[in-house]
Nanobody, 129 residues
């Protein structure tokens, strides 16, 4: 009922920048918060940053000062500006959203108005040294 689609991953040089985007679509009534995670090979998925619908943000220490999360509520979109990239930032980056499903007939009755955690498919970021 809800899809998240990330874009903007790719190859960057160390010290360079990339900007990730994530668009939520589907039977959405509201979005409480969106966030970015990443998962490096052999590692657990790591929370990087979150933003609420009111604009409050939080960052994990490893990206604080280098990455900036922002959102556009009207477009159901969240961004992650990544600056001063390091080789260790190489990972698959995932978008996450806490959404409330709408009361659309497209949504199964038992799920209408329910809150759901939704994940994107991930986008690969590679940083060369």
């Amino acid at each position: 009922q809800v899809q998240l689609v990330e874009s903007g991953g790719g190859l960057a040089q160390a010290g360079g920048s990339l900007r990730l985007s994530c668009v939520a679509s589907g039977s959405i009534s509201s979005i409480n918060a969106m966030g970015w995670y990443r998962q490096a090979p052999g590692e657990q998925r790591e929370l990087l940053a979150t933003i609420t619908s009111g604009g409050s943000t939080n960052y994990t220490d490893s990206v604080k000062g280098r990455f900036t999360i922002s959102g556009d509520n009207a477009k159901n979109t969240v961004y992650l500006q990544m600056d001063s990239l390091k080789p260790e930032d190489r990972a698959v980056y995932y978008c996450n959203a806490n959404v409330r499903l709408s009361f659309s007939p497209l949504v199964p009755p038992s799920l209408r108005g329910e809150y759901l955690e939704v994940w994107g498919q991930g986008t690969l970021v590679t940083v060369s040294s």
